[in-house]
Every structure is written in structure tokens, then in C-alpha cells.
């Protein structure tokens, strides 16, 4: 097996929970989330349909996360992670209607940045229904935090990427010179789908060149459209997390191994376990090139660090 230090590596997509796990519950009092440990999550659930608890040793590994910035620094080295995005998710209830599901705050996402000297990067979250507090949110973490991303989950909303109400958003990310990202394909949890096509943000790459644009969770089933996209628009990228890398897509890993998608592809675990996502990811049959650029240069590329 190689060996994971070996290969340099930026999780493009992670929550808080990865980070401050004694912070982040995850509520199941909610049908999405229910619904979810049922099917897409299965076998991280207890016979009750509850999410197992991690055991102490599991640290690290799938949805457990660390209970301190010092805790995930630490696994980071071992592991080989240069850098980690973490968002302050935000998800609304499709099926009640009323506020968030998921609401994760930014203030210790922007200590984390502080402690862990920028290894810790923060990805800010957005509300389409409530524009103007949301887009003064970003620009306040931005600059005062030094958040380098926005990434957002149009699927909780029932909106489509390229509905009006994203585009204040996307102007934004323009303006302050940052990425945005969004989930396409469908949710874990039972939402709606259709708003999840990745051909939905060819509207978006169109209209906003400048704009760097993520694909996130690989957009299957519509996986077709996912590496359309990314192939077709030189602005747009996609990320493979969302799922364990053995489980990825015959036609994305594919497509992430040829020319059209080597440059684009990025990795991320959201929140899935640092250790076990890049151990299977380094398991697949491609090239050594593909997973240097697809575990760190093409992040690195996307979220402009190199000139931070």
C-alpha cells in the first residue's frame, strides 16, 4: 500500500464536525436526516435506524470527525493533508419548511483558521431566501477570517443552481475573488433531485467566466453531465467527495484518469473519514500524475493559493 504521506493532499470538501465534533450534532429529529440513515446511509446505522456511535479509536475515520482543531492537525500529518476546507453548512428543511436543518456557525471555523496557521480553510455558506444578511456573512468571513470559499446545497432549498436567487451570490464570489461550490447529483438525504443535474450550471459557467465553480459529489447518476461540464468549461471544476473512492463511477474514474479530466478533478472526503478516503482513493487503477493533481495540485489551482 502506499504510503499516505507521500502524496500531499487538500480536502476541497469537510464540515465542522471534522474540526469540532462536540459542536456539530447532526439532528435527527428531522425526516431528511431519518429517511437518510434508512437508505443512502444504511450501514452507519444502529437497528434502530440511529447513526452509530464512533468508537475512540475510530477517530479520524467515517463521520466521527475530532473534538479539537489540535486532534485533526494531528491526523492531517498522519495522513499527509496539507490543508482541510471546512464549511459552515448551511441546509434548509424541504419537507417542514421552516429554517434550517443544518446551520453550522463560522465563528470556530475562523478559530480553527487562526490555530492551524491556514491549514484550516474555511468555506462560508449561503441562503437563497435570505440574500442580503447571507452575502454580508461572506464578505465579513472573508475578510476578517480569511475564508477562501462558498459552498452551498441548492437541493435542500428546491432550487436550481441557476435560479436569480444564487446569482447575488455568484457576483459576490466574483467581487471578493473567491470559489464557489455546489452539490449536484442527488442528496443523501430524500430531496429533490432534479435541481441537482450538473448540466444546470452550464448556465452559470456561461454567464459568470471569471467565476470558479465546483461540481461537488460527483454528480451522479447524471455522471455523463458532471464530466461534460467540467470538460467543456474551462472555469468549472468537480470534487469526488460525498463517497468512499471504491464506490466511485467506472465512467469518472475514467474520465478522471484521461486528458479531458486529469486538470479538473478534485478530492475531498465530506467528513467521511481522512484515513479511509485517501487509503481507497490511492487504491484505484490510475496514474500516479491523476492522483497528484487530482489529491492536491488541481485544489490548489482552484482555490487560488498560490497567491495567498
Not at 439532528?27 to 431519518?34: D, I, K, S, T, V
Not at 435570505?130 to 480569511?146: A, K
Not at 467581487?175 to 461550490?181: F, K, M, T, Y
Not at 432534479?194 to 447524471?222: K, Q, Y
Request: net charge negative.
Amino acid at each position: 500500500m502506499s504510503n499516505l504521506n507521500d502524496y500531499p493532499t487538500i480536502d476541497i470538501m469537510n464540515h465542522l464536525r471534522e474540526i469540532r465534533s462536540d459542536l456539530a450534532t447532526v439532528p435527527f429529529e428531522f425526516r431528511e436526516f431519518q429517511i437518510m440513515l434508512r437508505t443512502t446511509f444504511k450501514s452507519l446505522a444502529d437497528e434502530s435506524g440511529r447513526r452509530k456511535e464512533a468508537k475512540e479509536d475510530e477517530a479520524g475515520d467515517t463521520l466521527a470527525g475530532h473534538g479539537s482543531v489540535a486532534a485533526c492537525l494531528a491526523s492531517m500529518d498522519e495522513y499527509g493533508y496539507e490543508q482541510v476546507s471546512v464549511c459552515a453548512t448551511k441546509m434548509w428543511s424541504y419537507y417542514y419548511h421552516r429554517d434550517f436543518i443544518l446551520n453550522s456557525p463560522v465563528e470556530p471555523i475562523g478559530e480553527a483558521i487562526r490555530e492551524s496557521g491556514g491549514r484550516i480553510m474555511g468555506a462560508a455558506s449561503y441562503d437563497p431566501f435570505r440574500i442580503t444578511e447571507s452575502l454580508r456573512v461572506i464578505e465579513h468571513v472573508v475578510r476578517e477570517y480569511g475564508f477562501n470559499y462558498v459552498w452551498f446545497h441548492p437541493l435542500s432549498y428546491g432550487l436550481p443552481p441557476n435560479d436569480r436567487r444564487f446569482y447575488p451570490l455568484y457576483a459576490k464570489c466574483v467581487e471578493l475573488d473567491i470559489a464557489v461550490g455546489f452539490q449536484v447529483g442527488h442528496s443523501a438525504e430524500v430531496l429533490p433531485s432534479d435541481c441537482g443535474r450538473p448540466m444546470l450550471a452550464d448556465d452559470v459557467a456561461i454567464e459568470f467566466p471569471e467565476l470558479r465553480i465546483n461540481l461537488s459529489h460527483t454528480g451522479w447518476p447524471w455522471v455523463d453531465e458532471w464530466c461534460s461540464m467540467l470538460w467543456r468549461h474551462p472555469n468549472v471544476y468537480g470534487d469526488i467527495s460525498g463517497y468512499f473512492p471504491k464506490g466511485l463511477d467506472d465512467r469518472l474514474v475514467k474520465f478522471m484518469d484521461s486528458g479531458r479530466g486529469r486538470d479538473k478533478v478534485m478530492f475531498g472526503t465530506n467528513g467521511l473519514g481522512l484515513r479511509r478516503c485517501k487509503e481507497e482513493f490511492l487504491q484505484l487503477e490510475i496514474g500516479e500524475s491523476t492522483k497528484h493533481k487530482v489529491l492536491y495540485d488541481n485544489a490548489r489551482r482552484f482555490l487560488a493559493l498560490d497567491r495567498a
